[in-house]
């Protein structure tokens, strides 16, 4: 299993110390290092910016918003940075949730598995560049399709000249991995199905079993001009915290579960609260969320059982993290993405060196 770092978006300023993290951590071998969006900083430029800096390790987006960004300007992003990077990007795709597409980018959120299933096509055409890209989707059509009638065309402001068109830019890979953020059981098994890897928020080895079954129903469906499932990757991110009192560390983890379930989302449309209700945690979602709702937002944090954080994160004294990372090891999980700083990377690289058999 191997090792990466999910920087994840900005708070209020841009994170201190990334840039040497990023560096070490290229220096000792970790794998890859993703960075993501929601509503302030975007993926792209960060880990351009930090990437430059580096010259081994794979840079992945966890996520980009599809809504962020037409599917051929992704795709153009992706190109540009995978030259840039000598053939290291990967591209990580999410379709947040209402609040943010129709909150923040103003566009419609229904039926975003479709949607999903339209964009990726089309960035798969970019990449390959085989032809002139085209789709005549229900939510992407290019070229744009203008009314018949003329007043129609006008009124919306269609002059009907576009035309089917390739990308100037040879992509230096056409098959560009991508990978999808999902933690619904439909968008897990779609996952499979159309992209290279998938990106889970909370991952238990517990329920490894029900997650394999949803791969193996995408990868019954999956297409031959794809990469083969065997190369399938699950790069899982995992909220690492070292520290010799137990307490203290769940501690650390508490506030984040208490955003992402009470939170993140509508109260109606919260699928970070409903990946955590198929851990069994119902009844602390529920609880969590009217604390949430009413502001209580430490008091919220507080009642998070310390089960339900050795569930998804690994806390505690280094020896009791690499007791408990044994779970990962027999999963579907092929990366971990340690999320915060370097310290959590270097207590899990610690982990893994006292379960290696040369202690290496």
Known sequence: MR?????????????????????QADALGVDSVWTSEAYGSDALTPLAWWGAATSRIRLGTAVMQMSARTPTAAAMAAITLDHLSGGRFIMGLGVSGPQVVEGWYGQPYARPLARTREYVDIVRQVFRREQPVTADGAFYQLPLRAPEDPAAARKAGITGFGKPLKSTVHPLRQ?????????????IALAAEICDGWLPLFYSPKLDGEFRELL?????RRSSDLSPASEFEV???VPVIASDD????????????????????????????????????????????DLYARGEKEKAASIIPLELIDDVALVGPIPRIAERLRAWEDTAVTSILVQGDA??????????????????
């Open 235 to 237: 790069s899982a991110t």
């Open 175 to 187: 098959d560009i991995p991508i990978h999808l953020a999902a933690e619904g059981p439909k968008n």
């Open 246 to 289: 137990l307490d203290r560390a769940a501690d650390a983890i508490r506030p984040f579960l208490a955003l992402y379930i009470g939170g993140m989302g509508a109260r109606e449309a919260n699928f970070h609260r409903s990946a955590v209700e198929r851990l069994g945690y119902v009844e602390v979602c529920e609880d969590v969320a």
């Open 3 to 23: 090792i990466g770092i999910n920087a994840g978006y900005w708070q209020a300023v841009p994170p201190p110390g990334v840039q040497e993290a990023l560096t």
């Open 216 to 220: 193996e129903d995408g990868f019954s």
């Open 343 to 360: 310290r959590g990377l270097q207590a899990l690289m610690a982990a893994n060196a006292l379960n290696s058999p040369n202690g290496q």
